[in-house]
């Protein structure tokens, strides 16, 4: 019994499988969220390409997602919000992190995917970035020429400001 990729901590058959064979349907956007993320593991294409909103398929190419797909090591899926996307709604967002090593390269997509209903089932619509987060310091800034606050003695521009 293998743990599903999505990570549901459910057994692949009982989670994603059915909605990637296409043998139940998505009740939800995460849901659906979580099945594409399994067929990007699992190297199923015609789930990812079928599971997109009909309007969207055409800047699709097959052949590129096996490619990223195969090529890939998938290390995990957060989600990190939802909006909507329920049993009863229309439309829906899923916030989420897939984190992935590709080329011996750590990377972590994060983006905001939107989902729609089309003919009564849920297809990914589109995903943006996340919109910037301002900084918030925990403590003071401290001016170049001001003494450098790990106690060294020295300038801040010539001690931890150096970079």
């Excluded at 829906?92 to 090593?101: R, S």
Aim: net charge neutral; glycine share 10%; aromatic share 10%.
């Amino acid at each position: 019994m293998d743990q599903c990729p999505c990570g549901s901590a459910q057994t692949y058959s009982d989670c994603c499988e059915p909605i990637i064979t296409g043998s139940q349907t998505a009740q939800t956007a995460e849901a659906l969220m979580r099945a594409r993320y399994s067929a990007y593991v699992q190297g199923q294409v015609q789930f990812i390409y079928q599971s997109t909103y009909p309007d969207k398929r055409s800047g699709y190419s097959e052949q590129e997602i096996e490619a990223w797909s195969r090529n890939s090591e998938w290390q995990g899926l957060t989600i990190i919000a939802t909006h909507q996307g329920g049993p009863e709604d229309e439309t829906g967002t899923v916030e989420f992190i897939a984190a992935y090593t590709e080329k011996d390269r750590p990377v972590r997509h994060h983006e905001i995917a939107s989902f729609r209903r089309h003919e009564g089932g849920w297809y990914f619509y589109d995903g943006q970035p996340p919109p910037a987060r301002p900084v918030v310091r925990d403590r003071p800034k401290v001016g170049r020429n001001e003494p450098c606050p790990c106690g060294s003695g020295l300038k801040f521009k010539k001690c931890c400001g150096r970079g």
